[in-house]
């Protein structure tokens, strides 16, 4: 599973194997850790250098303390930063908008018909991928005027789902 992590100004990406290694920003790296105690205490060892970290999660990052210097972290999964981005990103406020798929995969459900007045944060298509069913969500308020799919097709990243405006 890939995550983007932001440590203050700088991003990494963080892709952890099915065998337990890690590559950071695309290079190797050698990775132990352990928890010390049920609080946040944790004994990590990177490129066999040891460090300890305690970790506390807060509101949408977690702070880790390490050698007497703290860090705000920001932890997001390819996956949802994916999506994030297809609904985040820069949306007119008029107009006609494609919603595209932000990843290959499976329609399941298509909550809206043509016509259907729908507003932001709406449900407007249920997409599986990699075994997880995501809401792609209307990025604003509009009318969907056109369906590009049928329940149970497959998609591809970047492919029309439907169209608002």
Same mark, same amino acid.
């Given at each position: 599973m890939k995550y983007v992590t932001a440590v203050g100004e700088k991003?990494?990406?963080? =892709?952890?194997n099915e065998a337990g290694s890690i590559n950071v920003n695309g290079q190797p790296r050698a990775? =132990?850790?352990?928890?010390i105690d049920n609080g946040g205490l944790y004994s990590v060892l990177v490129d066999n250098k040891s460090f300890e970290a305690l970790v506390e999660q807060g509101e949408g990052e977690y702070r880790v303390l390490i050698a007497g210097t703290l860090y705000h972290v920001k932890v997001v999964d390819e996956r949802a930063k994916r999506l994030a981005e297809?609904?985040?990103a820069f949306t007119p406020t008029s107009g006609e908008?494609? +919603?595209?798929?932000?990843?290959?995969?499976? +329609?399941?459900? +298509?909550?809206?018909?043509?016509? =259907? &007045?729908?507003?932001?944060?709406? &449900?407007? +298509?249920?997409?599986?991928?990699?075994?997880?069913?995501?809401?792609?969500?209307?990025?604003?308020?509009?009318?969907?005027t056109a369906i590009k799919v049928?329940?149970?097709q497959a998609v591809e990243q970047g492919q029309a789902l439907l169209t608002l405006a």
């Open positions: 991003s990494f990406t963080i =892709d952890i990775l =132990d850790f352990q928890s297809a609904g985040g908008l494609t +919603i595209k798929s932000p990843m290959p995969g499976l +329609i399941v459900a +298509i909550p809206v018909k043509d016509g =259907d &007045v729908v507003k932001k944060g709406q &449900v407007l +298509i249920v997409l599986e991928s990699m075994k997880m069913e995501n809401e792609l969500k209307a990025p604003r308020d509009g009318t969907v049928t329940p149970r």
